[in-house]
């Protein structure tokens, strides 16, 4: 596997359901990041961690809960969803901690629906 | 606070003919700035970059971009362009006053005419 890979791609849940998407970097790199792309809006940057800590909360509810284990795996934990969450959650890594002033590298993303 | 416009939501091109995505910035030190193209089903790939420099700045697949900073502008351009090309692009803007957030635009979709 090479740059950044995340799993699964497609994800259905219903409101109660608890389930984790997972983002794993093959690059080395020290810093990863949780967006949320939905259709109407701007990609939103909803969590950074910086060496395995997280630095950036960008006021994401509760019902997300991120978890980052070593520098190259990084899980999004959902519970007790609503229909308004169900987006393309998007992973991306780079080599420099900070985010905004160096390349992100993107995975796929994962498109979850909520029902 | 940092923010980032593309006016243009679609835009439709000829194969062949050449193409110009506005980007528009509001950040209150140096910038840096960014483009990204996403195709369909897939995550974002960087197709160029700015820091300093030149303000003229050559990117993958035939891109280039240039930075008019008395316009606050970082529009991309390609000579002409390829059905491929058809995807959505996004400008995005960060910087070390930025800190942790790179903060991307709305995005402009491509579609590409035969």
């Known amino acids: 596997e090479t740059g950044v890979t995340q799993t699964p791609r497609h994800l259905v849940m219903g409101m109660t359901n608890k389930k984790s998407l997972k983002c794993e970097q093959h690059?080395?790199?020290?810093?990863m990041y949780w967006y949320k792309q939905s259709a109407k809006k701007p990609l939103e940057l909803m969590f950074v961690?910086?060496?395995?800590?997280?630095?950036e909360n960008n006021s994401v509810p509760s019902r997300f809960s991120p978890e980052c284990p070593n520098s190259s795996h990084l899980f999004l934990h959902l519970h007790t969803l609503q229909p308004e969450d169900s987006a393309l959650y998007l992973c991306?890594?780079?080599?420099?901690?900070?985010?905004?002033?160096?390349?992100?590298?993107f995975g796929p993303g994962t498109r979850l629906t909520v029902l | 606070a940092q923010s980032v416009t593309q006016p243009d939501i679609h835009i439709t091109v000829s194969e062949g003919a050449s193409l110009e995505l506005r980007c528009n910035y509001s950040?209150?030190?140096?910038?840096?700035l960014f483009w990204y193209v996403q195709s369909p089903g897939q995550g974002l790939q960087l197709l160029l970059k700015?820091?300093?420099?030149?303000?003229l700045v050559q990117g993958i697949k035939g891109f280039e971009a240039e930075f008019k900073r008395s316009q606050s502008s970082f529009n991309l351009r390609k000579p002409s362009v390829h059905w491929s090309d058809a995807a959505e692009y996004f400008c995005?803007?960060?910087?070390?006053?930025?800190?942790?957030?790179?903060?991307f635009g709305g995005g402009t979709r491509v579609l590409v005419k035969p």
């Open positions: 991306a890594s780079s080599q420099e901690p900070g985010g905004s002033t160096d390349t992100q590298y």
């Open positions: 690059l080395g790199h020290n810093a």
């Open positions: 961690y910086n060496f395995k800590e997280q630095t």
């Open positions: 950040y209150g030190a140096t910038p840096y």
């Open positions: 700015y820091f300093s420099g030149d303000t």
């Open positions: 995005a803007v960060g910087g070390r006053a930025a800190g942790n957030k790179l903060t």
